[in-house]
């Protein structure tokens, strides 16, 4: 698999993958759209298949994960759960226009004027919270 690259809005931080999953998901819970002002879109690399460059500060947004952002023009970077893969945002790699919808996680909490089309994966908050790390108490 051919790597992407990409970069932040001042360009201050530049991430170069040697692979990547080719599919973005699209989260609707509360700290997500907090973080966007909507559903956040992040798509899967490993760790070690990711390079970065510069500065990056990151936010402890829970006690497993951090989310990522570049200091000088505040772009989100990535959101990525203690020792698992990276999730980056695809608007970060112009090579990620073609990546298609697979999942929606927190869909029954989607804005109403969010409401994704077609057939991918639909996954309801109760769902989720089954299986995965979760913040207590989304207040949705």
Same mark, same amino acid.
């Given at each position: ?7 932040c809005l001042c ?34 690399? &490993?760790? *070690?298949? /990711? +390079?970065? !460059? =510069? ?18 023009c505040g772009t ?33 909490? &989607?804005? *109403?004027? /969010? +409401?994704? !089309? =077609? ?21 949705t």
């Amino acid at each position: 698999m051919s790597g992407i690259a990409g970069r932040c809005l001042c360009g201050k931080v530049t991430i170069r993958l040697t692979g990547c999953r080719r599919e973005v998901s699209a989260c609707h819970c509360a700290m997500c759209r907090r973080w966007s002002g909507a559903a956040t879109w992040g798509f899967e690399a &490993a760790a *070690a298949d /990711v +390079r970065i !460059e =510069g500065r990056v500060k990151s936010y402890r947004s829970s006690p497993f994960a951090e989310r990522a952002f570049c200091p000088e023009c505040g772009t989100h970077l990535w959101i990525r759960d203690d020792g698992k893969a990276y999730e980056f945002t695809p608007g970060l790699f112009d090579d990620a226009s073609g990546f298609l919808l697979s999942r929606e996680v927190y869909a029954d909490r &989607a804005f *109403a004027c /969010v +409401r994704l !089309e =077609g057939s991918h994966e639909r996954v309801t908050r109760a769902d989720y919270e089954r299986s995965h790390l979760f913040v207590e108490g989304d207040g949705t």
